[in-house]
C-alpha cells in the first residue's frame, strides 16, 4: 500500500528551528558561471551541517520547492546577493579557497573535489579579491598546474592524490567543457570603432553562444556589463542577422545570444569608450570570434572553440553541491572506448568504488547514454540522471512530520472482453525531473481526470524526502507512482555483474515508499527468464511486476505466480513521429481491428520530451470505451493476475503474423520455428497433456506430450515448419491446431501462418536462427511517411513517392553484434520506376581502419506491385567494443517504394 511504510521512517527534525533561522536564498539565474560554481561549492560544504543554502537556478522547479517548504515545514529565509556578505556569514564553515583556471576548464573539477574533502569554495582568478577582502586565505592555486596536461592526465593526476581520501560510493560525470573564458586585447584599436563578430565555427549546427561581455579598463575594472536581451546590449549591437536569444532553457542557456550554422550578430564599441583596454567574453559552444576596425572587414579572428564538437549541455552541473557535500569525485572521462585514454581513467575509477555506487551527473559531449550507462553497470555502479538538478544538499534536510490522508479508487472488474491499457510517463529516475514537478506536468489540470502513472525516484526517500511528501500530498486517486529504470537508478541488468544485491536494495526502498510497479529500460529486449525471475525472486512480495522498455520491445512477457513482467507494446519509437498522441490512438484502433482476442492487455510508455498527460486526456477521450479500458499501471497487473486465475493456464502464443522465410527451388528451410509455451499458475503441480495436430502441408509432425508441470514453472515446444512453396504461390493461410489438456479441462487453439512465397533470392541450404525483426516504426527515417497497407505484415509500411526527392529512407536501429555471419533481409514493394540501395553499415562508418560498409546491394530491377524479401548476406569479422550496426535504404526518387519490415538472420 504506497505510502503505508514510507512516513513511518520519517523523524521530525531534531533542530528545526536553527536551520530555519539560518537559511540564505541566493538567486543566481543573472550570475556568471564562476560565481555560480563559487556559490555551488559553498552551498555543499555549508548544508553538510544542515539545510542553510538555497540557490535559484530555475523558477520551474527552485522557486516552486521555495514556495512549498515555506508552506509545509513554516521555512523562514532571506534573501542575499551580494557575494561579500554571503561569504562573509558564513566563513566559519570554511578553511579558505582554491583558486581554479578558466582557461583550464576540467580544474573546476579539481576544485570541486578538493572544496568537499578541505572545506574551501572554489574562486575564480576574477573573484579572488572579494573572498581576500572577507578574510579567507588561499590554501591552493591551480593556475598553471596542468598547463599542455590532456584531459585524462587531469584526472589521473587527482585519482592518484585524492581517490582514497573521497567517497568510495559516489562519483560524478561533470561535463565543463562547454563554456569558455576569452580575454581580447584592443591595444590595436584605439581611439578606433570596434566591430566584434561572433559566428559559429566552421558553420557547426551546434553554434555560438554568448552568456556575457564586459568591458575592462586598464587597471582591469569592469566599466560595463552586457547581456544578451538587456538594455546594455541594444546600445552596443550593430547587427543581428539571423541569431536569436534563448531564453527558456535551464540556466546558463536561459540568457545567451545564439548564432547557429550560417547564423552570426555584430556589436559595435564606439571610440567614445577611449578607457576600454580589453573585453572579456563568456561564451559556450562552437565559436568563432572576429574583430574589425570596419564593418564590412576584413575580420580577424581572434578567439575560436578548441573543441571540434560539443553539445549543449548544462556545465554548471548543479547536482556540484550534492558532490561537494558527500565528498564524491567528479570528472568528465567519455564512456566511449574509443577515447582510450580517458575511457582507461574513467574505468579505474569506477573499478575502485563500491559496489552499488552512485554516478551522478550525466554522459559527457563524446560518449552517448547506452555508453555512459552500460559502462556503469558493468562495474557494478549505478547511474542518478542529475544533470540541472540544483539544491539536492539541500532538499536532504526537509522531512514530514506526519502522512498525508490517502485516496484510492477499487479495482476495476475483471472483463474478459477489454482492452486493457495503462499509461506510464518516463524519465522518472532523473532528479532534475523531480526537480521540476516531470516537466511541470504534475502541475496540470489534467492531472487526476485519467488513470496514469508517474515514474518517480525512490531515492527521495533519502535526497529529497520533502519533494517525495510533496507528490504524496498531491496525488489524486487516478494517479500511480511508478519505480524507473529498474529500481533504485538506471542501470542495464544484462550487464550488472550485482543485479541480486542491487534488487535487495531496490526492494528495501520500495517497500518503505510503497511503489509497486517498476520499469526498466534493457540494452535488448529481455528473451530470456533469467533476469524475470531473478526479479520475480527478490521483489515478489512487495512488486506486482515489471513494464521493460522505454518504447516498444518485442520477444515474450513473462508470468510467475506473484510477479509478472510485460513488454512495452507502445509507442513503436523514441522520436515524436512515432510517439504522438496521433500515432498512439491510430496504433491502439489498429490493434483493436486486427485481432479479436480478449482481454488484451497494453502497457504504453510515454516519452516524457514529446506526449503530455493534456494529450493522454484528449486521446482517452477519443477511445471506443465499449472496446478500451483505461487502468493505472498497478491496476492493469491486478487484471492480468484475474486472468491467470481465470485462465490457470496461459499460452504464450506469436502475437503478430508469421512470415517464414522461403527458398526459391523446393529445399526445406530448417530454420523456421515458432515457440508454444505453456505456464503453470496454480500453486500447485499440474499433470498436463499436449497436443499437437500433424499438419503435412506445413511439415509439422504432430505429438502427444504428457509432462509434470511445477508451480511458476514452463514447457515450452518448438514447432519446426518445413513448407515446399514456389515463389509464385499466392498468399494463403494454413492452421494448425494446438490443444492442451489438464485437470479434466481441454483448451484448444489455432496458430495461424500467414504464408508469403516472395523470397527474391535464394538462402542457403544451412540452418539460420532468427534474431531480430524491426517493423517500419522501428527505424528512424529519412523521406516517406507512415501509410497503412494491408499487404505490410502489420498493416503498415514505411512510404516514399515521387516529388520527395531521393536520399535515404530508413536507418538504424543500432545494436552490437558478435563475429560470425548473418543475413538481413530487406521486405520491400516497388511501383513505377522506383529502383533502391540497401546496405549494412557500422554506425560510425569507419572503424578503427575498418571498412564501414558490412555489406551493400542495388536493385534495378525487380517484380512490380508485389513485396519481396531482399537478401543482404554480411559478416562481423571480429566484434568491436560499443560499435553498433544499422541497416539502411536508399530510393532513387522515382515511382514509388513500401518498406515493410527487416529481419536479421545469423548463420549457424
Partial sequence: MQRKIFYSLFLVLHSWLMCSASITVIDVKDRDWDEGLLLVTLQGIVNKDGPHIYLLFNPQGDDFWLGYYKKRFDLKYEFENKLSNIINKYKKYLKGYIVWEPRVPDTANVATLIAGLENVVAVSPRLEDIVKVVGLTKVMDLRGKFSGLKKWQIYKWMFDRYWKRSNPRVVACLDTATISFEEIDLADFHNKE???????????????????????????????????????????????????????????????RVANGEQYWIYKLPPTYKRVSRLKLTLLNYFTVKISDSPDGPYKKIAESSQDWKYIGSPYNQIRDLVVMYKGF??????????????????????????????????????????????????????????????????????????????????????????????????????????????????????????????????????????????????????????????????????????????????????????????????????????????????????????????????????YPNFIWLKTRLPKGFWDNLCSPQVIEESLKRIASATNVRPLFIPIHLTCYYITIDDIARLVSKLDHNIFKVVRPDYLFHLVYAKSRDEKIVCDLPSSKIS???????????????????????????????????????????????????????????????????????????????????????????????????????????????????????????????????EALNGASWVAEEGEGEGNIIHGPYEELEEGKYLALFRIKLQGDATFKIDVCYHSKDVQGLEGILAQREVTQALQDKYLEFTLPFEVKRKLEGERVEYRVFWNGKGKIYLDRVQLYQQL
Avoid at 525531473?433 to 502513472?453: A, T
Fill in 194 to 256: 570596434v566591430f566584434i563578430r561572433f559566428e559559429a565555427k566552421n558553420k557547426n549546427p551546434v553554434g555560438c553562444a554568448l552568456r556575457c561581455l564586459y568591458l575592462i579598463d586598464e587597471q582591469g575594472k569592469v566599466i560595463k556589463e552586457i547581456k544578451p536581451g538587456s538594455r546594455e546590449e541594444e546600445e552596443f549591437i550593430y547587427e543581428k542577422g539571423n541569431s536569436w536569444l534563448y531564453t527558456t532553457g535551464d540556466w546558463p542557456y536561459n540568457g545567451v
Fill in 660 to 790: 517464414p522465410t522461403l527458398s526459391f527451388d523446393l529445399i526445406p528451410v530448417k530454420s523456421i520455428s515458432i515457440p508454444i509455451t505453456l505456464i503453470n499458475l496454480f500453486n500447485k503441480s499440474l499433470r498436463v497433456q499436449f497436443v499437437i495436430e500433424k499438419n503435412e502441408e506445413f511439415g509439422v509432425e504432430g505429438g502427444f506430450y504428457s509432462l509434470e508441470l511445477e508451480p511458476g514453472r514452463r514447457f515450452t515446444k518448438e514447432l519446426y515448419l518445413t513448407p515446399r512453396i514456389l515463389v509464385e504461390t499466392t498468399k494463403k493461410v494454413n492452421v494448425i491446431n494446438v490443444k492442451v489438456i489438464t485437470e479434466g479441462q481441454s483448451k484448444g487453439m489455432e496458430l495461424k501462418f500467414f504464408v508469403n512465397g516472395e523470397l527474391e533470392g535464394t538462402i542457403n541450404h544451412q540452418q539460420f536462427r532468427l534474431m531480430r525483426v524491426w517493423e517500419e516504426e522501428e527505424f528512424f527515417h529519412g523521406k516517406g511517411k507512415w501509410q497503412v497497407d494491408e
Fill in 330 to 559: 567528479p570528472f568528465d572521462l567519455s564512456a566511449n572506448p574509443s577515447d582510450k585514454e580517458e575511457y582507461k581513467v574513467r574505468d579505474e575509477i569506477l573499478s575502485h568504488m563500491k559496489p552499488l555506487g552512485w554516478v551522478l551527473g550525466w554522459h559527457t559531449p563524446r560518449d552517448d547514454e547506452f555508453l555512459h550507462t552500460r559502462h556503469s553497470s558493468q562495474k557494478g555502479q549505478i547511474v542518478i540522471c542529475s544533470s540541472s538538478a540544483p539544491n539536492f544538499s539541500f532538499h536532504k534536510w526537509l522531512k514530514p512530520i506526519s502522512p498525508p490522508k490517502t485516496q484510492y479508487t477499487p479495482i476495476p472488474l475483471y472483463e474478459k472482453d477489454k482492452i486493457y491499457v495503462s499509461f506510464i510517463l518516463s524519465d522518472g529516475d532523473a532528479l532534475n525531473r523531480m526537480n521540476n514537478l516531470q516537466g511541470g506536468q504534475w502541475l496540470s489540470k489534467e492531472r487526476g481526470k485519467v488513470p496514469f502513472g508517474w515514474e518517480v525516484q525512490p531515492l527521495l526517500l533519502d535526497l529529497a524526502p520533502g519533494m517525495l511528501s510533496y507528490y504524496f500530498e498531491t496525488a489524486t486517486p487516478m494517479d500511480c507512482m511508478v519505480a524507473p529504470s529498474g529500481g533504485i537508478g538506471y542501470i542495464y541488468p544484462q550487464y550488472f555483474p550485482y543485479l541480486a544485491k542491487y534488487l535487495q536494495q531496490t526492494g528495501n526502498y520500495l517497500r518503505h515508499t510503497g511503489f509497486n510497479v517498476i520499469t526498466l529500460n534493457a540494452v535488448y529486449p529481455i528473451s530470456s527468464s533469467q533476469i524475470p525471475s531473478l526479479y520475480a525472486q527478490h521483489l515478489n512480495k512487495c512488486v506486482l511486476g515489471v513494464v521493460e522498455g522505454y518504447t516498444y520491445v518485442g520477444g515474450p512477457d513473462f508470468l
